[in-house]
């Protein structure tokens, strides 16, 4: 007997975003819940689609000439405190190994927040001659933040999967010119594959990277209106070089000290995948970071069983020989129903159905996840038109995002019209000082924050701080945040 329960959504991601959010993760099989406080287990719903990520990443950075390698988990306290301000930026988040077993440890190790202590204990002394740069080396691991914000599922977690590369040049003008490359990777992954649109620029003083000169970052605007970090890039300047002796002797002999970058992108951007793109549904998955981008599902009777399951075969092979992830649904215990609705809370991109009826027709019934659109398709004709339709719906997932977050950005020059848009759950563009106290004094009162500055600037010409700070030195991005 087919099962009638539901795996369905039942709140709207408009009415209830975090309720709506909550139910995805769990019925779209994407993650569950540890023991261990804002720790989630990572299942392969959503593990397979990091796994994409990191693939198409990784080999962007090996095609620029960057390396991959591993440090250790644990960072001794003495090398965490030899930044000052990184290890003011970490103190609060950082988590600590005192005993092996029973024993007291002589020295505490924290369990790595991010790694550039560790890192450059090594580059220290790789480094003598500038014949060894430039250095540049990426780890893909895991990283331990204990913060103290609510957790909520990939977005902000005390556990989370990243890369970090690490990079040392001879010269300022090299290292600065890397940020090009990285945030060019970084930005194709996130338009190209997951078909997200961001504002990229320059961190203020306040939001950027403990122990940089300065951050670049990713943008990203959410259904409810707040706004997230995604992949960033830190140039270091010499700071850390000059803390842990990182030197070289130049073509003249001379000693000098390195310049150095740090960038990453995480798993928090599988939760800003689910969020923008998903739908009262459930997921919707961009095709090209979707594992599975085609489920077929056949309509089975007993006296038409073997026909129809044998032409689901044949459509299966045919796209699969045209680089199409497919998955073949052959379950008898559930419904056709059941199933376009599990498929449809999973995102799955496109689903097939082929039942007796369409194997009279020669013709199979082609079902769009984001647009929910069906049409009757030819069987000669699969073959053409399912990456027709995977190209299409993935360059409409983009447009759609992109032109949210356009219309959700709003040009202001006073405070009182920069909290108005915040009311609205939109992000403001004004010009403004950069001054730490006034961003804090914002901050508290609004629960609002600065984003980042675009690199592209509109005319600053007797343009006035909007926080009445005196002269506007940029345009900047404000927004609440998560």
């Not at 991601?13 to 819940?33: H, P």
Request: net charge positive; charged share 30%; aromatic share 12%.
């Amino acid at each position: 007997m087919a099962k009638k329960d539901t795996k369905g959504i039942t709140v709207s991601r408009e009415d209830d975003f975090s309720e709506w959010y909550t139910q995805v993760i769990q019925k779209a099989d994407l993650a569950d819940y540890s023991s261990v406080s804002g720790c989630i287990v990572y299942k392969p719903g959503s593990y397979s689609i990091w796994e994409i990520i990191k693939s198409v990443t990784d080999a962007k950075f090996k095609a620029i000439g960057v390396k991959n390698a591993y440090f250790p988990l644990f960072i001794p306290e003495k090398l965490l405190q030899k930044e000052k301000d990184h290890v003011e930026g970490f103190s609060p988040e950082v988590a600590w190994v005192t005993h092996a077993g029973d024993t007291k440890l002589k020295e505490r190790l924290a369990v790595r927040p991010t790694s550039e202590t560790i890192m450059y204990e090594s580059y220290s002394k790789w480094i003598r001659s500038h014949n060894d740069l430039p250095l540049r080396i990426n780890q893909w691991n895991n990283v331990v933040r204990w913060e103290f914000k609510h957790p909520t599922p990939f977005l902000r977690g005390r556990e989370f999967l990243w890369n970090e590369g690490h990079t040392c040049f001879a010269t300022k003008e090299e290292a600065e010119a890397e940020q090009e490359q990285i945030i060019g990777i970084y930005n194709d992954v996130c338009q190209n594959y997951l078909a997200l649109p961001s504002l990229i620029g320059k961190k203020s003083e306040k939001e950027k990277f403990a122990g940089a000169e300065y951050t670049v970052s990713m943008e990203f605007l959410m259904p409810n209106g707040k706004s997230i970090q995604g992949p960033d890039f830190h140039h270091d300047g010499q700071n850390f070089a000059k803390a842990f002796e990182i030197s070289f002797m130049d073509k003249n002999d001379e000693k000098q000290y390195v310049w150095q970058n740090t960038w990453a992108i995480s798993t928090r951007m599988l939760g800003v995948l689910f969020a923008i793109h998903g739908d009262d549904k459930g997921l919707v998955l961009p095709p090209k970071i979707a594992p599975t981008q085609v489920v077929i599902v056949p309509i089975i009777f007993d006296k038409t069983k073997k026909a129809v399951l044998k032409e689901a075969e044949n459509i299966k092979v045919k796209l699969e020989k045209i680089g199409v992830s497919v998955n073949l649904d052959v379950r008898e215990n559930y419904s056709p129903g059941w199933k376009f609705n599990e498929w449809e809370v999973k995102g799955i991109p496109i689903r097939i159905e082929l039942g007796p009826r369409d194997l009279e027709n020669k013709q199979v019934m082609i079902a769009r996840r984001d647009t929910n659109e069906k049409k009757a398709v030819k069987l000669g004709d699969v073959g053409k038109v399912v990456p027709e339709l995977l190209e299409k719906m993935q360059s409409d997932l983009f447009n759609k995002a992109e032109k949210y977050l356009k219309s959700s950005i709003i040009k202001v020059e006073t405070r009182k019209d920069a909290e108005k848009v915040l009311k609205d759950n939109k992000i403001f563009f004004a010009p403004w000082c950069g001054s730490v106290k006034s961003e804090e004094e914002f901050k508290e009162k609004m629960g609002a924050k600065s984003l980042n500055s675009p690199f592209k600037q509109p005319s600053l010409k007797d343009k006035k701080c909007f926080l009445g700070c005196g002269e506007a030195k940029s345009w900047f991005y404000f927004g609440k945040s998560y």
